[in-house]
């Protein structure tokens, strides 16, 4: 079965502090799929990334970053210069790449961060 | 294109009554899922289908029923709600092959008094 683990339930940060989010995942799969949504107040789920298990090179996209570790079954997610607007709720996911099982996304329980002035 | 559809987006119950949640897609994906979120849980599957007229249990799968009659639809039904069905409801599609994102429609609020 596979499992995702968020351990920080809230953080609080003030603007400009740089931030990571923490993700453990669990799976027997080889081929698999990691992604990070993010789900502000208005409560609709954005898309930020897709990493295949094949694909350790860290990420980088503007402020966002990604680093990705099979050692560790980690793939945490850091804001450079964080920013009021960055406050939502975090989700790490992870889903099966056999066709077969129906591709399930398993989510983590969320982080949510909270960006002040 | 819409994307995923869900109708409606706010809706109050009260328990015992039924109802039915839609889930329209206008994209050929042939997989479609139905999570709900609840407060520090994240997302939880109750079902799922990989095409039309099929359908599988997820994880949380007890007091709901689905069906997928058209491949563009995913129906989930509440038989007899109860209030710990009180949720937000998310609907999500993917295509089959190549393509490997979720498309997530905007969420349906559900209470159930």
């Known amino acids: 079965a596979q499992k995702v683990t968020q351990a920080q339930t809230e953080i609080s940060v003030v603007e400009k502090e740089d931030v990571t989010l923490d993700c453990v995942y669990e799976t027997r799969d080889t081929t698999y799929y990691l992604f990070w949504y993010k789900q502000p107040p208005s409560g609709e789920l954005v898309f930020l990334i897709r990493?295949?298990?094949?694909?350790?090179q860290n990420e980088i996209s503007g402020r966002y970053s990604w680093n990705f570790q099979k050692s560790t079954s980690s793939f945490n997610f850091t804001i450079t210069a964080s920013q009021v607007v960055d406050s939502a709720v975090y989700f790490c996911a992870l889903s099966e790449a056999f066709r077969g099982g129906g591709n399930k996304l398993t989510f983590g329980t969320g982080t949510q961060l909270k960006v002040e002035l | 294109n819409a994307g995923v559809t869900q109708t409606p987006k706010f809706r109050v119950l009260k328990t015992g009554q039924s109802m039915t949640l839609l889930c329209a897609q206008d994209?050929?994906?042939?997989?479609m899922y139905w999570y709900r979120q609840d407060p520090g849980m994240g997302l939880r599957l109750i079902h799922y289908s990989v095409g039309e007229g099929t359908t599988a249990k997820g994880e949380v799968p007890d007091g709901y029923n689905v069906s997928r009659l058209k491949k563009q639809n995913f129906l989930l039904g509440l038989e007899s709600a109860a209030p710990s069905q009180t949720s937000v409801y998310f609907c999500?599609?993917?295509?089959?092959?190549?393509?490997?994102?979720?498309?997530f429609g905007s969420g349906t609020r559900l209470t159930v008094v």
């Open positions: 999500a599609s993917r295509k089959e092959l190549g393509n490997y994102g979720y498309t």
């Open positions: 994209m050929n994906h042939e997989y």
């Open positions: 990493r295949n298990s094949f694909d350790e």
